[in-house]
C-alpha cells in the first residue's frame, strides 16, 4: 500500500495537472488579438499597426502574462489545491491574475497603491479577488511578501518571473503572434515594434524573440517620466537606477526590475506624462478606438519614429500595442478635474500631434 504522505502527494499532483490543462484548455478557446491597422497619410509611406490587447478576457495585454505566471508556478510546484495566489500590481497584471485565480478555484490577494484606479479595483473583486492597498508604489513589494508568508500563500512577483516564465522562442507568444499577423502585408518585417515596460516581460520576449529569428526589425521602449527604466538603460542597464512611482499606470517603476533587460532593447524614449494623455485622446479621434494611458505612451513614441522615417524618405511598418481599454480610466485620465488637480494638461501636446498630422514633421 502507498503511505499517506504519498497519496496526498498523488492527489496533489492530480489537482496541479488538472490545473494546467485548465489553463491551457482557456488559451486554447482564446482568438488571437487583432492586428488593427492605423490610417496614415498616404504620402508618408509608413504603416501602422496596433495590436488590441484589450479583448482578452480579463481585459489587457497582461492576460498573456498572468496566464504564463501561473503556468510557470504550477509546473515549479510553488501553487497546489488551495494556495492563496498574492501579487504587487498597479492594477492589469492583478485583474488578470484574479481571472485565473478565479478559474481555479484558488483566494487571490491583489497588493497596489490606494492611488490605483478605482475602476480596476471593481474589476479585481468582481474576478473574486481582494485587494490589499499601501500608501506608496514602493511599499507593494514588501505588503505582497508579507501577505503571502502569513496566509501560507505564494507570491507571484510578476517584476522577477515575467522574462523568464513566457517562451520567448515562440509557443504563442505575442511577438509570434504579431508577425504571423503581418504575413500577407506591404511590410511583413517591420522597422519598429513599440511597447513600454512595466515588469519589462513583454519587451524582454520580443527583444529575444527578433534575435532568435534573425528579424532586422528594432525594438523601442517607452518609459514614463521620472520612471527608473530609461536612465538605467542609458546607463548601460545599470540595476542601481532609480526614479519615482509612474503616473501612467501599468508601466514605469521607481526602480530598476528583474524582469527588465536592457540588452534587448535597441532605443528608449522618454514620454511625458501629459503626452501619454494626448496621445491616448487623439487616439480615439483618429480611429474611435478608447484606450488606456499606457497606449498613449506607446503611441507617442510611435509618432517620433513614423516622423523619422519620414524625414528619411523611409518607407516600411511599425507596430504597437493597445494594452488596455479606456473604460478603466472614466474617472482619471479621461476626467479633465482629475487632470487638472495633478497638473497633467494635455493640450499643447495634442497640438503638436495635430500639426505632425498636418506637416508631416515633429516639431
Excluded at 510553488?78 to 497584471?93: F, Y
Excluded at 524614449?269 to 487623439?282: K, L, N, Y
Excluded at 523619422?308 to 488596455?324: A, E, F, P, T
Excluded at 473604460?327 to 495635430?354: C, F, H, T, V
Aim: hydrophobic share 35%; glycine share 10%.
Amino acid at each position: 500500500m502507498e503511505p499517506d504522505g504519498g497519496s496526498r502527494t498523488s492527489q496533489q499532483r492530480q489537482w496541479v495537472q488538472r490545473a494546467i490543462r485548465t489553463v491551457q484548455a482557456e488559451n486554447n478557446r482564446s482568438a488571437d488579438t487583432h492586428l488593427y491597422s492605423v490610417p496614415l497619410p498616404e504620402q508618408w509611406g509608413v504603416q501602422l499597426y496596433l495590436k488590441d490587447e484589450s479583448t482578452h478576457r480579463s481585459g489587457s495585454l497582461k492576460h498573456r502574462l498572468a496566464r504564463s505566471l501561473f503556468l510557470f508556478g504550477l509546473v515549479n510546484g510553488w501553487i497546489h489545491e488551495g494556495t492563496t495566489v498574492v501579487e504587487a500590481s498597479s492594477g492589469s497584471t492583478a485583474v488578470s491574475e484574479a481571472y485565473f485565480a478565479q478559474l481555479l478555484g484558488l483566494p487571490f490577494i491583489a497588493v497596489m497603491a490606494k492611488s490605483t484606479s478605482p475602476e480596476k479595483i471593481a474589476l479585481i473583486e468582481q474576478f473574486g479577488g481582494s485587494c490589499l492597498l499601501v500608501e506608496h508604489a514602493s511599499d507593494v513589494y514588501a505588503a505582497a511578501e508579507g501577505a503571502a508568508a502569513s496566509s501560507g500563500g505564494h507570491y507571484m512577483d510578476q517584476f522577477t518571473y515575467a522574462e523568464r516564465a513566457t517562451d520567448w522562442r515562440g509557443n504563442n507568444n505575442i511577438a509570434e503572434s504579431i508577425f504571423e499577423q503581418l504575413a500577407l502585408e506591404e511590410h511583413p518585417v517591420p522597422e519598429w515594434i513599440v511597447v513600454g515596460a512595466g515588469t519589462g516581460g513583454t519587451s524582454a520576449t520580443i527583444g529575444r524573440y527578433l534575435r532568435y529569428n534573425c528579424y532586422s526589425t528594432r525594438l523601442a521602449v517607452v518609459d514614463p517620466e521620472n520612471s527608473a527604466f530609461y536612465p538605467g538603460w542609458l546607463d548601460g542597464g545599470s540595476m542601481a537606477a532609480t526614479g519615482q512611482p509612474s503616473r501612467i499606470e501599468g508601466i514605469g517603476r521607481p526602480r530598476m526590475e528583474p524582469s527588465f533587460v536592457p540588452s534587448v532593447i535597441d532605443t528608449m524614449i522618454q514620454v511625458p506624462d501629459a503626452a501619454s494623455i494626448a496621445a491616448m485622446r487623439h487616439l480615439y479621434t483618429l480611429m474611435n478606438l478608447h484606450a488606456g494611458p499606457s497606449t498613449g505612451t506607446n503611441l507617442w513614441g510611435v509618432w517620433h519614429l513614423v516622423a523619422d522615417m519620414v524625414g528619411k524618405g523611409q518607407r516600411g511598418s511599425i507596430v504597437s500595442l493597445m494594452c488596455d481599454s479606456g473604460d478603466r480610466y472614466k474617472g482619471s485620465y479621461y476626467n479633465d478635474d482629475w487632470l487638472s488637480e495633478r497638473s497633467l494638461n494635455p493640450l499643447p501636446y495634442e497640438a503638436q500631434i495635430a500639426d505632425f498630422f498636418s506637416t508631416g514633421t515633429w516639431r
